[in-house]
T-cell receptor, first 110, second 113 residues
Framework: EDQVTQSPEALRLQEGESSSLNCSYT??????LFWYRQDPGKGPEFLFT???AGEEKEKERLKATLTKKESFLHITAPKPEDSATYLC???????????FGKGTKLSVKP | SAVISQKPSRDICQRGTSLTIQCQVD?????MFWYRQQPGQSLTLIAT?????????ESGFVIDKFPISRPNLTFSTLTVSNMSPEDSSIYLC??????????FGPGTRLTVL
């Protein structure tokens, strides 16, 4: 069964304390892995697309990496404005749809 | 990326009534989707809105409950029919661009009493 699992469910960091969020997946025929940021009461905001193992993408304090089984979203020296829920989604599988994980809720305290 | 708007942004409805949510995109797109995000949960695909033909529904969702219209390449509506408190959710439309990336609207927060 196609599945996306994100960990941890919640993460509390101090400002400047770097960490990583994990997204593991079991999907046949992966066509892409996406990271989104979602603020409370808003729609998901697109961050990155990764297509193949070994690929990396960066945007400001965020860096996304991909292996054959999982993806990591590394947050370097986070700031309070990075607080949000980060969603991982994979495109592929038996139905060829976007399958979302439940997200990691990140809180960064000043 | 496409700019997507939704109306209404939120609503509170009575049990048994229906609500139609509108999704407008600022450019023509082939693929439009409707998702539901229940409290504390992630996004679940309801259906793909097809222009000029009936929507394609995912398992667990039916046309009688969630009728969808797609009259052109920039607009779609989702109706939540005969609502119950279990329909309280955020409803999101999204579009897929040629790159394969999906972009989301701001969502409609629905509360059913």
């Amino acid at each position: 069964e196609d599945q996306v699992t994100q960990s941890p469910e919640a993460l509390r960091l101090q400002e400047g304390e770097s960490s990583s969020l994990n997204c593991s997946y079991t999907v046949s025929g992966l066509r892409g892995l996406f990271w989104y940021r979602q603020d409370p009461g808003k729609g998901p905001e697109f961050l990155f697309t990764l297509y193949s193992a070994g690929e990396e993408k960066e945007k400001e304090r965020l860096k996304a990496t991909l292996t054959k089984k999982e993806s990591f979203l590394h947050i370097t020296a986070p700031k309070p404005e990075d607080s949000a829920t980060y969603l991982c989604a994979v495109y592929g599988g038996s139905q060829g749809n976007l399958i979302f994980g439940k997200g990691t809720k990140l809180s960064v305290k000043p | 990326s496409a700019v997507i708007s939704q109306k209404p942004s939120r609503d509170i409805c009575q049990r048994g009534t229906s609500l139609t949510i509108q999704c407008q995109v600022d450019s023509q797109v082939t693929m439009m989707f409707w998702y539901r995000q229940q409290p504390g949960q992630s996004l679940t695909l309801i259906a793909t809105a097809n222009q000029g033909s009936e929507a394609t529904y995912e398992s667990g969702f039916v046309i009688d409950k969630f009728p969808i219209s797609r009259p052109n390449l920039t607009f779609s509506t989702l109706t939540v029919s005969n609502m119950s408190p279990e329909d309280s959710s955020i409803y999101l439309c999204s579009v897929e661009e040629q790159s394969g990336e999906q972009f989301f609207g701001p969502g409609t927060r629905l509360t059913v009493l």
